[in-house]
């Protein structure tokens, strides 16, 4: 069962990669290859950070 904590953490990782999306093929302004790269590298981050809390707290 998922708790709050956990769909936190995968909603800010599916948020960046919507954000990553929308940069590479510009559909907030003009196309930014770049920054879309580095907004998408956020994705695996936030899922590590959220990972590394839940083993830390023993997954409560």
Do not use: C, E, H, N
């Amino acid at each position: 069962m998922l708790k709050k904590s956990d769909l936190f953490i995968l909603g800010s990782a599916f948020a960046s990669f919507l954000f990553s999306i929308s940069l590479w093929f510009g559909f907030l302004g003009t196309p930014d290859k770049q920054a879309g790269i580095f907004v998408g590298i956020w994705v695996p981050s936030i899922l590590a950070v959220g990972i590394y809390f839940k083993l830390k707290t023993g997954g409560r």
